[in-house]
């Protein structure tokens, strides 16, 4: 990684972090708040003051990059170029409903593979940050997968709520994995599920359905964590449009395809 690009990481961790001041200081949630597409689709003043917010300081950076984010996302190719692909506040129903489970993520990649990545837990003060080939760390601190097998482990997932032909799915394989596993939850933030199986809080999170903004960096960061991503299909999550998930430590990664040789293929490949 150059001097440009360790900078850059730096600038992003940086803007990350008053992205998260913004996000702390929030009232009046409830009235700032709107339905998208359902209830269960949701969309604050906050993440677009946010999203506005980063968008001026990431462009800043790098003029001429694309930026890609959920409330606001351009109609431009993030796989061309520098890319900016961004969510103001991931898990915003946890937001507004005072849960305390949601952080802003923040992707750098250039011609469709990221470079840099950050996602910041305002409320934990928690920064998670990846530069590809530079390893993953926790506030400044190296980062590893677990090794333990998920017989002795907990496992993470979501509920792709806007999708809802996946809920019979992804109760199906929850089912399975519970039976191989100690325990589960559903925390309501991707980039922090991920995070957490970056940092071996878990060791597998899964769902059926995301949007590149919500996976783009904390993808990386469980890769240099020592992790292995893909979707449900074995295959490289796209930057373009939504795909399922899979994330895992090298021990229980295998899984997918132990599943899906056990007749779980229509499902898994989704």
Not at 102 to 131: C, I, K, M, N, Q
Not at 171 to 177: G, I, P, S, V
Not at 249 to 256: E, P
């Amino acid at each position: 990684m150059n001097q440009r690009e360790r900078g850059m990481l730096e600038e992003m961790a940086a803007l990350a972090r008053r992205a998260g001041e913004i996000i702390r200081s929030a009232r009046g949630i409830d009235a700032a708040t709107r339905e998208k597409t359902s209830a269960a689709d949701l969309v604050t003043a906050y993440d677009v003051e946010v999203e506005n917010f980063l968008k001026d300081g990431l462009l800043r950076l790098m003029p001429g990059a694309v930026f890609y984010g959920e409330e606001e996302a351009e109609r431009a190719d993030p796989t061309r170029g520098w890319a900016f692909i961004v969510d103001p506040i991931d898990g915003t129903t946890n937001f507004v409903r005072g849960i305390r489970m949601s952080a802003v993520s923040v992707a750098a990649a250039l011609d469709g593979v990221v470079r840099h990545a950050v996602v910041y837990d305002p409320a934990g003060e928690e920064l998670f940050t990846a530069s590809r080939a530079g390893g993953a760390f926790l506030n400044g601190r190296p980062i590893h997968v677990s090794s333990r097998p998920l017989s002795r482990g907990i496992f993470l997932m979501g509920t792709a709520t806007y999708c809802r032909e996946y809920l019979h799915p992804t109760l199906r394989l929850t089912e399975q994995l519970m039976e191989r596993s100690c325990d589960f939850r559903r925390m309501g933030a991707a980039s922090l599920d991920l995070c957490y199986v970056a940092c071996g809080r878990a060791e597998l999170y899964f769902e059926y359905s995301l949007s590149p903004w919500d996976h783009a960096a904390g993808a990386l960061v469980v890769e240099e964590a020592g992790g292995h991503v893909s979707d449900l299909g074995g295959k490289p999550l796209p930057l373009d449009r939504p795909s399922s998930l899979w994330a895992a430590n090298a021990v229980n990664f295998g899984l997918l395809q132990e599943l899906a040789a056990a007749g779980g293929e229509e499902d898994l490949r989704r």
